[in-house]
């Protein structure tokens, strides 16, 4: 398999989570074998949850001051149905994958529909795709008779609905109902805010739940915390990384047993070094950074994307996320509404006047596998956007949907965006399934995650390759807990707790707090059969 999208060679900060100092000389010599783990994003981050359960010494190195602050997410895509280009077998892989993850970030999740409409301009029809819903209709019913407790999404039977014009007209008519409980008062304000004569027939509605980064960045923080041995260090750039212990490395197959990372912490006079027993490239969009400091030579490209929150006064309660098809790039790309609490919305449009960028696609190139971003991109990523192109950005996001829900246009910008570079591995850029690529001989693993959902099946592999190698034994009841979804942290933290990190959070990060909220959590009591 390939990999997904993290972020840069980071940690997190004293005030979110808990920062260690390198042991000392005795600590060194101990027998635990040491991961080390570059990058916080959401593959560092779930990487160094599933290691650390299995008893590893696990050392996560974050730039920023806190874990999972990256490129935009707005839904689970359990099903990949927002990817009409994607085959029905990475569909099932991503339905896979989102199951898994849910069950271990169940607090992350906001249980409301995706409504999926072709416009009329578009070539395709809603037909197109009911022979994939099929596919994974069945799918997840074969996951539920696996394990019950895969019953996350809903029952299978419901896992997407059809809408005629005429149900819609005829919901048009009913009074909207502040908080939705069944799909037809769901659809009650699309049938009122959505333009019905510039969508074909029928609209398709599936349980893709909204997934919130806030949320996610707080559960990893907290799951962390239940490990002495899971180190977090936030605020630290890593400076390079060496191999100590490397046999024939003049060879192409060369092999080597330990690596040194030297480090340098904000709040701290001088750099530090580590050594560890296996390293992990979760890097994000710098993943080429470390690649080409390990001496890896590969293919991949990095896009900077964006997305835009503003606030709408006239939603008139909860409504379901809203996508309407485009095609990828041009003037008609695909319109992405994402609602949060508060009236809040995140916005995509996948044009180059709004999410893209004319100069934000970049590739490797034979002298580095890191591809360069323009400047003002990396500028963004590090130091916060421009008001004047930001403003000018959302707007067109708020003109753009608006041709689709009308009286969206009274929404304003709230100045403040979601963004930042993805990785993508190889040449393709539609890729949308990937994980991670392993380096038995060196020691060495890269997640490249193209979907957050990933994440927890890239550490699998990561895992499997550590048995082959020794560091850690087969089949123990650490490893088995895994799979029967028994994380730590669930046992005593919920949704309160959850909640209350995810507003520092955002907070900190310069978001509306009401956008670290859910207004409807997964049913507790599949939570408690997980735990």
């Known amino acids: 398999m390939a990999n997904t999208m993290t972020q840069t060679f980071t940690a997190n900060d004293t005030e979110f989570a808990k920062s260690d100092s390198v042991p000392d000389k005795k600590t060194n010599n101990q027998s ?124 299978p039977e419901h896992y997407y609905q059809l809408y005629s014009h005429e149900q819609l007209i005829a919901l048009s008519e009913r009074e909207q109902v502040a908080t939705p409980s069944s799909v037809d008062e769901w659809m009650i304000p699309v049938a009122k805010y959505l333009d019905l004569n510039k969508v074909k027939f029928p609209l398709i509605v599936v349980q893709e739940y909204g997934w919130n980064i806030f949320r996610l960045a707080a559960s990893a923080q907290l799951a962390l915390e239940e490990y002495d041995n899971a180190h977090v260090f936030t605020d630290t750039k890593v400076q390079q990384v060496m191999p100590v212990d490397c046999e024939n490395c003049t060879n192409a197959d060369h092999h080597v047993t330990r690596w040194r990372i030297d480090y340098q912490q904000t709040h701290q006079p001088d750099a530090e070094s580590i050594e560890v027993d296996y390293l992990i490239n979760a890097c994000g969009f710098r993943t080429g950074v470390i690649d080409d400091m ?102 067109k996001s708020i003109d753009y949907i608006a041709e689709f829900v009308p009286t969206f246009n009274s929404a304003r910008s709230v100045g403040n965006a979601l963004y930042g570079g993805q990785q993508i591995p190889g040449t393709d850029d539609t890729l949308r399934v990937a994980d991670v690529s392993l380096y038995p001989n060196i020691r060495y693993a890269r997640a490249e995650n193209v979907k957050a959902s990933s994440t927890l099946m890239a550490a699998d592999e990561i895992v499997e390759q550590l048995m082959e190698v020794d560091l850690i034994d087969h089949d123990t009841p650490a490893n088995r807990q895994r799979y029967a979804h028994q994380w730590q942290y669930l046992a005593h933290n919920n949704s309160m707790t959850v909640d209350k990190l995810a507003h520092t959070l955002a907070a900190a990060r310069g978001f509306p707090v009401a956008m670290a909220k859910v207004n409807n959590s997964i049913d507790q009591t599949t939570i408690k059969r997980s735990a």
Not at 32 to 42: A, D, E, N, S
Not at 140 to 155: A, H, S, W
Not at 318 to 330: A, L, N, S
Not at 370 to 391: A, C, S
Request: glycine residues 10%.
């Open 294 to 395: 390990v001496g890896v030579d590969v293919k991949r490209m990095v896009e900077f994307k964006s997305s835009y929150i503003t606030h709408w006064d006239d939603a008139g309660g909860q409504i379901p996320e809203i996508i309407v098809y485009g095609e990828r790039g041009t003037p008609d790309g695909m319109a992405q509404l994402t609602p949060y609490p508060g009236g809040y919305f995140q916005i995509h449009g996948m044009s180059k006047a709004i999410t893209l960028f004319d100069d934000g696609l970049v590739a490797s190139n034979k002298y580095s596998a890191q591809p360069k971003l323009p400047n003002q991109y990396v500028h963004y990523i590090e130091d916060g956007w421009d008001k004047t192109p930001l403003q000018a950005r959302s707007q």
């Open 32 to 155: 635990k074998k040491r991961v080390g783990i570059l990058g916080g994003g959401t593959a560092g981050a779930t990487i160094a949850i599933r290691l650390a359960a299995l008893g590893l010494d696990t050392y996560l190195f974050e730039k920023k001051h806190s874990l999972i602050d990256g490129p935009p997410m707005c839904h689970l895509h359990a099903g990949g149905n927002l990817y009409r280009e994607i085959p029905d077998e990475d569909c099932v892989a991503l339905l896979e994958q989102c199951i898994d993850i849910l069950r271990l970030y169940p607090y992350t999740i906001d249980v409301r529909p995706t409504v999926f409409a072709v416009p009329t301009r578009d070539k395709g029809s809603p037909e197109d795709l009911l022979p994939r819903l099929d596919v994974l209709t069945d799918a997840y019913r074969k996951l539920i008779t696996k394990d019950p407790d895969n019953e996350v999404l809903g029952k």
